[in-house]
């Protein structure tokens, strides 16, 4: 009897000793990165707009960055189950199957991601996959999927920690290495307990291509680029190798300004956020593209440490925060939250960042350390001198602290 099977048999004697059938530890050791459908296409999905997703992502030069999942979000469903209860493809927009899809994708040397949900029905009101997580995780098993973005949509009565619990062992249980997604929109908390069970875990309700929130319907709000970051800040403590907090997908080329696009990926890099493209990438301008393979930035998200930025302080609108990186560097960003452009002169030597978090400190009257701006790509100087810089409205200026020896 092969060891799939052999798991798979324990997880339905005993959920409460399925240890080894909860997630696979190996997975998402850094932030995942690729590229969804929801934010641009919503419920206008179909098999050939994936397969030019899956083409431009190789083509654009943002595989060779690091994105690798393809994830097709709610609507790919059919409405019905089929006889025996497994679900079904939109006949329409999918008419050559999931497995083919899925084939397609790996085809490009990419990943294949997939939605669902942990209700009766997805947010959009096709099969859910309550009372069927078994039986659905062999069809994702099945169709070669690697990504599973999992929902909280018609959960009433339905305990969170339970039913996400239940899915990962489902997962797991197929012998198939499948990232978890959960997306529960952090109502229950899951950073307090999904480490065991998820790889990332939305954090937040979902986010808007906006500064600040905006209003869509009577009972919608989604959250601005601001308000996700201020609740990230409090979580650090739960991110790491492996267990990820997740503030939601990125709007980068959505329609926020220069700037905003600059410092929203800037800060999902500080904030060790999976980096999930939401972008029509058929159309994206060079300068999209440029913000979304800055190889600085993403080796900052992407940093094998994995812990998330400390939000050291606030002057004048702007704020700083400061991120552990291997081998003694720091990420250093100042942000402009304000609608001027700040003039800041900052004084290293003056400040002495004790983390007690990363068990790590940055006192540059020890170590001088050479500066690089991440978004300029040029070194700008050392940490034994006054930073003078001028920060536009809604921008940051990114910096990479590297340690040499002090010397005078």
């Not at 999905?45 to 030069?61: C, R, T």
């Not at 997580?133 to 929902?151: F, M, N, P």
């Not at 959960?182 to 979902?206: F, N, Q, Y």
Request: net charge neutral.
């Amino acid at each position: 009897m092969t060891k799939k099977i052999l798991c798979f048999i324990a997880c339905f004697i005993s959920l409460s000793i399925s240890a080894y059938c909860q997630k696979n530890e190996h997975l998402a050791l850094t932030p995942p990165m690729g590229w969804n459908s929801w934010n641009t296409f919503s419920s206008e999905i179909n098999e050939q707009l994936i397969k030019d997703m899956a083409d431009k992502l190789v083509a654009s030069g943002m595989k060779n960055a690091g994105y690798e999942y393809i994830v097709i979000d709610d609507c790919w469903l059919s409405h019905e189950r089929d006889s025996i209860g497994n679900l079904q493809a939109d006949p329409i927009k999918f008419p050559s199957g999931m497995k083919a899809v899925g084939d397609y994708i790996h085809s490009k040397g990419l990943k294949f991601g997939m939605y669902n949900c942990a209700g009766t029905m997805t947010c959009a009101g096709y099969p859910g996959t309550h009372g069927y997580e078994y039986q659905d995780a062999l069809s994702y098993a099945k169709w070669g999927v690697d990504y599973l973005k999992y929902d909280w949509c018609y959960t009433d009565g339905i305990n969170a920690k339970e039913a996400y619990t239940t899915m990962s062992k489902a997962l797991t249980a197929t012998g198939r290495p499948i990232v978890f997604s959960i997306c529960e929109w952090g109502t229950s908390m899951p950073w307090k307990w999904a480490a065991p069970v998820a790889h990332l875990w939305r954090t937040t309700g979902d986010i808007s291509c906006s500064w600040v929130e905006k209003k869509m319907s009577e009972n919608f709000i989604p959250l601005g680029i601001t308000k996700i970051i201020d609740i990230e800040a409090n979580l650090r403590e739960y991110a790491g190798p492996g267990h990820w907090n997740d503030p939601d997908m990125l709007e980068v080329g959505n329609g926020l300004s220069f700037n905003e696009d600059k410092t929203h990926f800037t800060m999902w890099a500080m904030l060790a956020a999976p980096l999930i493209a939401g972008n029509d990438l058929r159309k994206m301008s060079k300068q999209t593209l440029d913000i979304l393979t800055n190889s600085n930035v993403i080796a900052i998200d992407q940093d094998s440490l994995g812990i998330q930025a400390l939000h050291y302080m606030v002057k004048d609108s702007v704020e700083i925060w400061v991120k552990p990186l291997v081998g003694g560097n720091w990420a250093f960003c100042f942000f402009n939250r304000s609608e001027q452009k700040q003039k800041i002169n900052f004084d290293f030597a003056s400040h002495i960042i004790n983390d007690t978090f990363s068990h790590r400190i940055l006192n540059t009257n020890i170590l001088k350390y050479k500066i690089y701006d991440l978004w300029e790509r040029k070194e700008i100087g050392y940490t034994n001198k006054m930073l003078k810089y001028d920060i536009p409205s809604h921008s940051v200026l990114l910096l990479k602290l590297s340690p040499n020896k002090f010397t005078e």
